[in-house]
């Protein structure tokens, strides 16, 4: 068996959002759930279904990023950190380890 993932998890407002790997007899999957005070909800992505929810989520990165280089910057439409020497669109300083 390969070792999966360690889980992880970010906090927006006043949700947690945690990314929880595991596996069935279905294969390995990853598990996104929303918390907030009186709410759960969750969406189990299957391993090989990964690198198109990662593509997808990058172009909407990429697509924001241009958006917002290219016009007027406000409150509302703050410019995206770019002084990260790591490139890759998703940050990974904004993912927490769970312990």
Same mark, same amino acid.
């Given at each position: 068996?390969?070792?999966?993932p360690?889980?992880? *998890?970010v906090?927006?407002g $006043?949700?947690n959002?945690?990314?929880d790997?595991?596996?069935? #007899?279905? &294969? %390995?999957?990853?598990r996104?759930?929303?918390?907030?005070?009186n709410?759960?909800?969750?969406?189990?992505?299957?391993?090989?279904?990964?690198p198109? *929810?990662?593509?997808?989520? $990058?172009?909407?990165?990429?697509?924001?990023?241009k958006e917002? #280089?290219? &016009? %007027?910057?406000?409150?509302?439409?703050?410019?995206?950190?770019?002084?990260?020497?790591?490139k890759?669109?998703?940050?990974h300083?904004?993912?927490?380890?769970n312990?």
């Amino acid at each position: 068996a390969s070792k999966l993932p360690k889980s992880k *998890f970010v906090h927006v407002g $006043n949700k947690n959002f945690y990314f929880d790997t595991g596996s069935n #007899n279905r &294969g %390995v999957f990853l598990r996104i759930s929303e918390v907030r005070a009186n709410l759960r909800a969750a969406i189990t992505i299957p391993e090989k279904s990964w690198p198109h *929810f990662r593509d997808n989520i $990058n172009e909407f990165i990429i697509a924001m990023e241009k958006e917002r #280089n290219s &016009g %007027v910057l406000t409150e509302d439409n703050p410019p995206l950190n770019t002084d990260n020497e790591d490139k890759s669109p998703v940050p990974h300083s904004s993912l927490s380890e769970n312990k």
